[in-house]
């Protein structure tokens, strides 16, 4: 089975300073992961993916990953808020045997950015 | 681009309504999802599909049911519409993958459908 953690329901940040977002999961198998971000009223759309390689993902808007499998962990971060970053994230992981292996999500944090 | 679209955006029903959800992607993808979004939930998979006629469920299929006749058309049934189904209604489509490896594609997501049930 697979679960994620996401730390903190809401996180409050000035425009211009780092943003970190915490995910922990858990997986019995190596595991994909995945940031979705979800701006109000509108569908997930993904901003970064870890397969296999480099542990450090870039994605979009600038927003980068590092997964750790020793602490088990894949934070978001960004050097620099902009307002246009106040969203939902979401962090989620999926793995295993099958060929259709589904996303177990985290309940999602919500990232609000002030001037 | 590629597009995951839903029937409808906001949705009102009665109780004991039969409700259908369409969504339709046209990216040729062999797999399919419902989730439905309540706030402090996050996303919970109810159906999903893998290929035409095909169906799994997911961790909270109970009220629910599914149909998918045709690759690029997945539909979500309430049977019988009820107050606690009233959420934010997602479908997603992604690709297969070969054995193993299928989790490594990303799920494309609709804007979602609003359903109210009154």
């Known amino acids: 089975a697979q679960s994620v953690t996401q730390l903190g329901s809401h996180v409050s940040v000035s425009e211009g300073a780092l943003v970190l977002l915490r995910c922990n999961y858990s997986?019995?198998?190596?595991?994909?992961l995945f940031w979705y971000v979800q701006y109000p009223n509108q569908g997930l759309q993904l901003l970064l993916k870890?397969?296999?390689?480099?542990?450090l993902v870039k994605g979009i808007n600038g927003f980068e990953a590092e997964f750790k499998k020793s602490e088990t962990s894949f934070h978001l971060t960004k050097p620099s808020a902009h307002m246009s970053d106040a969203a939902e994230y979401f962090c989620?992981?999926?793995?295993?045997?099958?060929?259709?292996?589904?996303?177990?999500f985290g309940k999602g944090t919500m990232l609000l950015v002030s001037p | 681009d590629v597009k995951v679209t839903q029937s409808s955006r906001y949705l009102v029903k009665r109780t004991g309504e039969k409700v259908f959800l369409e969504c339709v992607q046209d990216?040729?993808?062999?797999?399919m999802f419902w989730y439905r979004q309540d706030p402090g939930l996050g996303l919970r998979l109810i159906y999903f599909?893998?290929?035409?006629?095909?169906?799994e469920k997911g961790d909270i299929p109970e009220g629910y049911s599914v149909s998918r006749e045709k690759k690029e058309r997945f539909s979500l049934i309430l049977e019988s519409a009820s107050t606690n189904q009233t959420s934010m209604y997602l479908c997603?489509?992604?690709?297969?993958?070969?054995?193993?490896?299928?989790?490594?594609?990303?799920?494309?997501f609709g804007p979602g459908t609003r359903l109210t049930v009154t």
């Open positions: 997603a489509s992604s690709l297969k993958g070969g054995t193993g490896t299928g989790g490594q594609y990303e799920q494309y």
């Open positions: 997986s019995s198998v190596p595991p994909y």
């Open positions: 599909s893998y290929d035409v006629k095909m169906k």
């Open positions: 990216m040729d993808h062999e797999n």
């Open positions: 870890y397969t296999t390689g480099a542990t």
């Open positions: 989620a992981v999926s793995g295993g045997i099958r060929r259709y292996s589904t996303l177990t």
